[in-house]
């Protein structure tokens, strides 16, 4: 039986393929707003006009979701997003392979559901 390797046929490590990503305990700590303006730091989201995200506005929860699953702590995912808004919009958000899977397999309900 062959071992697979983790390293790339180029045998370059990509930074994305080991950075690390924060992920809660529970979805139930997800108690962020359901609406209005958030306030993202720099380190979450470097953006021109600052880190001030309407969720309300068309695209403004993706933006802010996208940028805390990928760039935020703990403390940031428990602060901005909120569970059932998070649950709804996760077949629409673009996450990173790594950011999904790691979500997906702490919390089966985010998984696609498979018609067949």
Known sequence: MAV??????DGRVHFRDI?????????????GPVGGVVEL?????WAPGGGRV?????????LA????????TVEDLVRV??????????????LPFRV???????FPELRPVLVG
Do not use: F, T
């Open 81 to 94: 997003i909120h569970c059932d808004r998070l649950v709804a919009a996760w077949p629409e958000l673009m």
């Open 41 to 45: 730091s720099h380190s979450v989201l």
């Open 54 to 62: 309407d969720l309300d506005e068309p695209g403004g929860l993706g």
């Open 4 to 9: 697979q390797s983790h390293i790339p046929p």
């Open 19 to 31: 950075k690390p990503y924060a992920v809660v305990d529970s979805l139930d700590q997800l108690q």
């Open 65 to 72: 979701y996208r940028a805390v699953l990928n760039e935020g």
């Open 100 to 106: 999904r899977e790691l979500w997906e397999s702490h």
